[in-house]
C-alpha cells in the first residue's frame, strides 16, 4: 500500500515538473519576438540611430524574420528596410555562423554633406577592403548574402546620386565572390568581385561592365555639375 502511495506521487510530481517545462518553453518561445525586437533596439541605440523600429515577424530555430524595418541618425542617415531573412541550423547558430540573410527593399539614403557637426565630415582613415575581407575569409560567419530590390541614394553637394542595385555575395573558408548590379542615374553597371587569401596574403580580381554607354551623358552631366560647385 506504502508503494502504491510513494508511486502516485511520484507521479504527480513528475506530471507538475512536465507541466511547468512546457508552460515555461511556452512562454520563452512567445517572449522571443518581443526580446530580439528589445535587443535590436539596444543595439541601434547604442551604434547612434536616434530612431528605430521593426517588427519581428518569425523566430525559430531555423528562420528569423524582420520586417518594417526603419532606423534614422538625425539628418545623416536614413534607412528602411522591407524584409530581412536570416537563415540558419540550430548547431552553426550556437557557433555564431549563418547560413544565409535575403535583404528586400533596402533603402538606404545618406547625407554626406552633413558630418557629426553639422559641417562637412572630416576624413577618416579606413581599414583596407583587401584586410577587412581577408579577416572575414579566415573564419566566416556568413555563407550567402542576397540584397535584391534596392536603392542607396547618396546627397552629396546637395545632389542626389541614387543607386539602384542588387547584390549576391557567396563566402566560404579563403575564398569569396561579390556581385554587384545596378543602375546610377539610369546608367546601368554589372560589376564582380573575386577575393581569395592564400598563405597569409589576401587577393582581389575584379570587372565592372556597362551594357550601354550612350546612357553615361546623364551621369557625366551630373558629375559635371558637382564638380562647379566644389571651392
Not at 95 to 110: H, M
Amino acid at each position: 500500500m506504502d508503494n502504491f502511495w510513494k508511486k502516485l506521487k511520484l507521479k504527480k510530481i513528475l506530471t507538475g515538473f512536465l507541466l511547468g517545462s512546457v508552460v515555461i518553453a511556452f512562454l520563452v518561445w512567445f517572449s522571443l519576438p518581443f526580446l530580439v525586437e528589445w535587443g535590436l533596439s539596444g543595439v541601434a541605440r547604442d551604434s547612434g540611430f536616434s530612431e528605430f523600429e521593426v517588427e519581428v515577424e518569425q523566430v525559430d530555430p531555423w528562420l528569423t524574420r524582420l520586417s518594417k524595418i526603419e532606423m534614422r541618425q538625425k539628418e545623416q542617415v536614413s534607412l528602411v528596410v522591407d524584409q530581412i531573412d536570416l537563415v540558419y541550423e540550430p548547431g552553426s547558430l550556437a557557433e555564431g555562423k549563418i547560413n544565409a540573410i535575403s535583404i528586400t527593399g533596402l533603402d538606404l539614403r545618406i547625407q554626406a554633406d552633413e558630418g557629426p557637426h553639422g559641417g562637412q565630415s572630416k576624413g577618416k582613415e579606413f581599414e583596407p577592403l583587401e584586410e577587412i575581407l581577408g579577416q572575414f575569409l579566415e573564419a566566416p560567419y556568413l555563407t550567402h548574402l542576397r540584397v535584391r530590390d534596392s536603392k542607396l541614394d547618396m546627397i552629396l553637394g546637395g545632389q542626389s546620386y541614387p543607386v539602384d542595385f542588387l547584390l549576391k555575395g557567396d563566402l566560404h573558408n579563403q575564398i569569396g565572390r561579390l556581385i554587384v548590379d545596378g543602375a546610377l542615374h539610369g546608367f546601368q553597371f554589372k560589376s564582380k568581385v573575386d577575393v581569395a587569401k592564400e598563405r597569409g596574403k589576401t587577393y582581389l580580381t575584379g570587372e565592372v561592365k556597362f551594357p550601354d554607354l550612350a546612357k553615361s551623358a546623364h551621369l557625366l552631366e551630373s558629375i559635371d555639375s558637382f564638380g562647379s560647385r566644389l571651392p
